[in-house]
């Protein structure tokens, strides 16, 4: 267990592996939020009676997402590295079966294939939790606003994130990115039905 720690530890530390895993987070966990904001809106305005349907409803998105996202980059990845190693085969005329490289090639898979999991849940989770207290403390529609509120936040903190590691002006990210999650809100609100 200490190696896999070590192992772990230094992944985390190489920019390669966290800037490939930042973008699997922050493209799943957008397309997770965006599609949880157009949940809510659907469901609220076709009339379900209560929160708990809601996050039922939720939940099933987040298992597919969630699913997708990590068995999707897992097998991108699969492909692509075992292409790395064989290159690295053919140049260097050596088997690198069992080796550091491909132990870390392995390990880096593991942590884009979780970072790209992680990004939906919470992009779907976190803002349906106001439903949870529907009924007891919020209406449908308040629990409606205040989770397409955090829907737009979570977006909003992705763009800050994405703009202050690449040096650009953090808030014009941030709004950039939470102006989708108006856009898909609204034009949920015109749909017909």
């Keep these: 267990m200490p190696t896999e720690r070590r192992l772990l530890r230094s ?26 904001i157009g949940i809510v809106v659907g ?31 897992w097998e991108i ?3 692509e590295t075992h292409a790395e190693i064989l290159r690295i085969e053919r140049a260097m005329l050596t088997d ?4 550091r490289v491909q132990r870390e ?20 989770l976190v803002p349906l939790v106001p439903f949870l207290f529907e009924g007891a403390v919020l209406s449908m529609a308040e ?10 936040g979570i977006l909003a903190a992705f ?13 014009v990210s941030a709004v950039r990115m939470a102006l989708a999650g108006l856009v898909v809100a609204v034009i949920n609100v ?3 039905g």
């Design 11 to 36: 992944l985390l530390g190489r920019e390669d592996v966290r800037s490939i895993s930042r973008r699997y987070f922050v493209s799943n966990g957008f397309d997770g939020t965006l599609t949880c």
């Design 105 to 124: 090639q392995q390990g880096a898979r593991v942590v884009h294939a979780t970072a790209s999991g992680l990004g939906p849940l919470i992009g779907i």
């Design 143 to 152: 629990a409606g606003l205040v989770s397409v509120a955090l829907g737009i």
């Design 159 to 171: 763009g800050a994130y994405m703009g202050s590691i690449s040096g650009q002006r953090w808030y």
């Design 96 to 99: 690198l079966d069992d080796t």
């Design 190 to 192: 015109f749909l017909p």
């Design 77 to 79: 990845e699969r492909a």
């Design 43 to 73: 469901t609220v305005l076709s009339g379900i009676p209560d929160g708990v349907t809601v996050v039922k409803i939720g939940l099933g998105a987040a298992v597919g997402l969630g699913t997708s996202a990590v068995w999707s980059v």
